[in-house]
């Protein structure tokens, strides 16, 4: 690992911290001095504020800011902050024991009282109004006796923060780990991991370690000789052989069987009603003659009776203008009596305009006929999804390994949850959790809710909208683990990686599984986090395809400020439903057209390299059907969750590299690399089944140790 140049952000970082505690301390200082009126001012406000004995106030304000602002330049942990603010408070409470004798409310009161004398330096401060909110609060619930318990509670927790672990050693005592205690809970409970690798993980011995790194490649250390780095000696009790599931391989789950189609409900296959034949020629007529009344002679060449539209094609003199056809949509919609219509005006290489006018009865297209009737061309195709039946009845399926990436959009009612929702559903029909993963994202907290325990979840269902944006970024360095994998065995993308390890049993590598992340309301997460979500967005759709991750998103609000350009720009595949204007229409599709649409599954679709949208009326699958598929594959197999999503509260680095020295797995890391004299992040997740969040915590601060360099 070769030392980084300090990018321009964090230089620029650095000197808003510098300015931030020139400015407090200068502050600070007038304030001390009473320098003019300002600065009378400022001292004066200070007493009002925080009490006599101004100047101990100003330097504990200067200690924290100095703790908070220069955290990581200082090395200094979150447990001298923490302790900072105690002795803010027991500075607080002592102080009010010994001035005052009122307690609770009363004290606040008397407080309050005297807040002009105090300002105008008539009567003494005491401790401050800041103090007496806090005494007073706190007085009121365990009164002064109570309060004296409190103070010697916190100097004791302070002695323990500050020299706990100097006392640990000297009495020879393993103190908890209290990150890992006071570390917050999370907002709603999550499912508890099963014993990982990494718990059960035995020292190697050092034989082991040089084989393991004979057999994969990783880039060679440059060490620092320190006689503060001693090469430690290594036990070798037995290796115990434990499946880990981490982002870059899965467990196989040998035993899982894909779900029957019997689960869903059966379909009666009829080729057409006869209500829609006789209203087809009917309109087709009616068509034609109404046509004729504005002078557009024209004849009807066929017409095609779909699922909920009937398109009829209809060849004007090559004297006509097309352009007049479709000016006269509005005419034709109410002398055929129809909701709505779309003109397609010509037909793409057809000598002929269609026109299409809603079916007097709807024959919805189910997900079994579809299912059951996958051309055998498309069969292996892991990644293959139902869209539903074009207007000439023929079945549309979707392949998100050629997309590589899904853009869904449409108003409420329009059908948009129930696609995804197929989609899911076919995904658990057709793959194990071995072959595909997902990471399901759900501000709305409803939409997943069948899919809560189903064991292709890389991760517990994302509700929160903050948590949403983090998942993401840990999405991205994923993406970036598996090509640093890819580059490690000399492969190019997941498929030629995945025949590698099935040529080359001697690498003892596993199957790498695809992982497929659906959003499901993207408005709610550029509301609250647009940069970071759009930035991640961007970074997967344009890199991630070769690394076998696939990202569906889907909103209700097709603006401009939540489908962004960068967006659009980035997910070429997409699906518009029934939208209110034709100004949404072109935010989804570049086109107008998604304003004509019916609802209840009518939906526009344009793939990759398409130039014009398909009509398409989407398959239907009733919730009874995902909840009974997504039972079969709860049933089976609990979900194997990527440890890197269980932390996600960590994934901005706030803890910087000293965090990761309270890693169970820290020592052996450091162990294995001075025994080996070699280290990469690639090389501890192969070895350690860590995730690429924890590996490279723990890569940053052996650096920072100097261990590696």
């Given at each position: 690992m070769t030392m980084k140049k300090r990018s321009k952000k964090a230089i620029q970082e650095e000197m808003i911290r510098v300015t931030y505690m020139a400015i407090i301390i200068m502050v600070l200082v007038i304030a001390y001095f009473k320098q003019g009126p300002v600065g009378l001012f400022l001292y004066r406000l200070s007493l009002v504020l925080f009490g006599t004995y101004p100047l101990v106030n100003y330097l504990l304000i200067a200690l924290i800011s100095l703790l908070v602002l220069f955290k990581k330049k200082l090395k200094v942990s979150y447990k001298m902050v923490i302790a900072a603010f105690i002795i803010f408070s027991v500075w607080y409470l002592y102080m009010a024991l010994s001035m005052t004798d009122y307690v609770g409310l009363d004290y606040i009161q008397h407080f309050l009282g005297r807040m002009k004398p105090i300002f105008l330096e008539q009567l003494p401060a005491e401790i401050g109004l800041i103090g007496a909110l806090f005494y007073g609060g706190i007085s009121a619930l365990i009164h002064q006796g109570g309060v004296k318990i409190l103070i010697a509670t916190l100097i004791i927790l302070v002695i323990y923060l500050l020299f706990g672990v100097q006392i640990a050693k000297l009495l020879n005592i393993k103190l908890p780990s209290i990150k890992k205690a006071n570390k917050p809970a999370r907002k709603k409970p999550r499912r508890k991991l099963k014993p990982s690798a990494a718990d059960e993980f035995e020292s190697p011995s050092a034989a082991t370690m040089d084989e393991a790194i004979a057999k994969s490649e990783t880039k060679k250390a440059v060490f620092i000789?320190?006689?503060?780095?001693?090469?430690?000696q290594v036990v070798a009790p037995p290796v115990k052989e434990v499946k880990v599931t981490s982002a870059a391989t899965v467990s196989t789950f040998e035993?899982?069987?894909l779900p029957s189609l019997n689960l869903l409900d059966a379909f009666k296959s009829k080729k057409g009603s006869s209500l829609n034949n006789i209203a087809a020629q009917r309109k087709g007529k009616q068509l034609i003659d109404l046509l004729d009344q504005f002078q557009i002679p024209a004849e009807l060449i066929e017409y095609h009776i779909g699922p909920a539209i009937t398109k009829f094609e209809i060849r004007p003199d090559s004297n006509v203008k097309v352009s007049k056809i479709a000016s006269l949509?509005?005419?034709?919609?109410m002398n055929l009596k129809a909701k709505?219509?779309?003109i397609e005006a010509p037909i793409p290489g057809r000598n002929a305009v269609g026109v299409?006018?809603?079916n007097v009865e709807v024959t919805p297209v189910r997900l079994l006929e579809l299912i059951e009737n996958i051309p055998e061309a498309k069969k292996d195709k892991q990644l293959l999804f139902i869209l539903g039946k074009n207007l000439m009845g023929q079945a549309i399926y979707g392949e998100l390994d050629k997309m590589p990436h899904l853009l869904i959009a449409g108003a409420t009612g329009s059908g948009k949850s129930v696609a995804v929702n197929a989609l899911i559903t076919t995904l658990l029909l057709r793959t194990t959790p071995s072959q595909v993963k997902m990471?399901?994202?759900d501000p709305k907290k409803v939409e997943f809710t069948p899919f809560h325990e189903i064991p292709h979840l890389i991760a517990p269902v994302v509700s929160d909208a903050s948590e949403a944006a983090r998942a993401l970024k840990v999405m991205v360095g994923i993406m970036e683990e598996r090509y640093e994998l890819f580059a490690s065995v000399e492969t190019r993308n997941i498929s030629a990686y995945n025949e590698k390890v099935v040529n080359e049993p001697h690498l003892h590598l596993e199957i790498m599984p695809k992982i497929v992340v659906i959003i499901d309301e993207l408005a709610d997460l550029m509301a609250v986090a647009g940069k970071d979500v759009e930035g991640s967005i961007q970074r997967i759709t344009q890199l991630?395809?070769?690394?076998g991750i696939h990202l569906i998103v889907a909103t209700q609000r097709p603006s401009t400020d939540v489908i962004t350009g960068i967006i659009k720009a980035n997910i070429p595949s997409r699906i518009a439903f029934a939208v209110t204007s034709h100004i949404d229409s072109r935010t989804i599709l570049d086109a107008s057209g998604a304003e004509k649409l019916l609802g209840y599954g009518d939906m526009l679709y344009v793939p990759i390299g398409e130039p014009h949208p398909t009509r398409i009326q989407g398959v239907f699958v009733s919730d009874d059907e995902v909840k009974r598929v997504a039972q079969a594959a709860t049933g089976?197999?609990?979900?194997?969750?990527?440890?890197?999503?269980?932390?996600?509260?960590?994934?901005?680095?706030n803890e910087g590299y000293l965090g990761a020295l309270d890693d169970p797995l820290y020592e052996e890391v450091k162990a294995y690399i001075i025994a080996t004299q070699r280290a990469s992040t690639s090389m501890i997740q192969r070895r350690f089944s860590l995730g690429y969040n924890r590996a490279a915590r723990i890569m940053d601060t052996l650096f920072e140790q100097n261990i590696i360099g």
């Open positions: 000789d320190s006689e503060s780095v001693t090469k430690p035993n899982y069987t949509s509005d005419n034709i919609k709505d219509i779309r299409e006018i809603p990471l399901l994202i991630a395809r070769a690394a089976q197999a609990k979900p194997h969750f990527d440890d890197a999503f269980m932390e996600l509260d960590g994934v901005e680095g």
